[in-house]
């Protein structure tokens, strides 16, 4: 699978490519825009962030979930530029991809429980987060994947 910095890569170039107009539009009113898609990428990056450094630091926590769709709606991102939105996600993954890089190697073997899921370790975490953003990319309308 790819590392992080490898998807950033592989995808900026195809969702800076898509129009202010594709990037708004929504097939159905329960289905998320581009818009909404990439900011629901950007929370899965706020909570995971927390959860990477958290345990990398302790092994045996439990951390809480969250609520992606009221996520979604208390930021707004439907409002916002498509090209920030772009730019911001490009930004923040590639901070992330720098820190899943430095994490200390012992850690990776740490565990966590996120909400009432069972226990995984940090380097599915990591691994998952890097799947999860895979997914919802391939979702975005009008991207050409690589």
């Known amino acids: 699978m790819a590392g992080l910095a490898e998807v950033v890569q592989g995808h900026l170039g195809a969702l800076r490519g898509i129009s202010e107009a594709q990037a708004s539009h929504k097939s159905a009113a329960e ?45 707004a991102y439907a409002t916002r530029p498509w090209a920030e939105l772009v730019e911001l996600w490009a930004a923040y993954q590639t901070q992330l991809a720098h820190l899943i890089a430095a994490l200390p190697p012992a850690s990776l073997d740490h565990t966590v429980q996120i909400g009432s899921g069972e226990p995984v370790t940090l380097r599915f975490l990591t691994e998952d987060y890097v799947a999860h953003q895979l997914h919802h990319l391939a979702q975005i309308p009008g991207r050409v994947g690589p």
Do not use: C, M
Request: aromatic share 8%.
């Open 31 to 75: 289905v998320w825009s581009a818009k909404e898609i990439l900011g629901h990428l950007l929370d899965s990056g706020v909570n995971n962030h927390a959860r990477f450094v958290r345990v990398s630091l302790d092994s045996g926590l439990s951390l809480p979930g969250y609520d992606q769709t009221a996520w979604v709606q208390a930021g």
